[in-house]
């Protein structure tokens, strides 16, 4: 939409890629919970080993990067000539992609380590719940970081969130006994 060159024939095109998305996005969010609920299945039967789990779900697919060797090589040489940056604790200088990516190999695994355990102590819908809420956190932290806009669709996203959680965590039936007692309808009654 931020090409000068579009016309009003990009409209629908555009409008059938954004389908495209959230289609690929709503498979694989089935997809992630039917994993789910096969892993649950599996930690029944063979008991619950989430090193194991993790290992085999991060190193199966990695023939599959054979097929991007020459984008990842690319990529390599853009991230060396980005500007240097020099990390604040242990003083050492080197690209700043490369601190990033860095950063975010460490943190995907201390995230990634962390469900794979909850998988074998909770149920997949907690998980996923788990999941959606480290999600929405990276989200906002990202909006926040790089001083993006946070629009109406944002909120409704934040709002649909935030219900999703508390229907989830069933707060409205332990507030109602709470709610009664604070209007004075729980009060014995004095004789």
């Avoid at 819908?125 to 909006?143: A, H, P």
Wanted: charged residues 10%; contains cysteine.
């Amino acid at each position: 939409a931020s090409d000068s060159s579009s016309n009003e024939e990009d409209g629908p095109q555009a409008f059938l890629w954004w389908l495209l998305g959230i289609a690929a996005l709503t498979f694989a969010l089935l997809m992630s919970a039917r994993m789910g609920i096969f892993q649950e299945t599996l930690y029944k039967r063979f008991g619950k080993h989430s090193k194991e789990a993790l290992f085999y779900n991060h190193a199966l697919p990695l023939p599959g990067f054979l097929l991007l060797v020459p984008n990842i090589y690319q990529h390599a040489v853009l991230f060396s000539q980005s500007e240097l940056f020099q990390v604040p604790v242990i003083g050492l200088t080197l690209p700043i992609m490369w601190f990033y990516l860095l950063m975010n190999v460490i943190t995907q695994y201390v995230c990634i380590r962390g469900v794979f355990i909850l998988t074998t102590e909770c149920t997949s819908l907690t998980v996923t719940l788990v999941v959606t809420l480290r999600k929405f956190v990276s989200l906002i932290f990202s909006i926040l970081y790089f001083r993006n806009p946070f629009t109406g669709w944002h909120w409704l996203g934040t709002a649909f969130v935030f219900v999703g959680t508390l229907m989830y965590t069933e707060l409205w039936h332990s507030l109602g006994p709470l709610v009664a007692r604070c209007r004075g309808q729980g009060r014995p009654k004095e004789q």
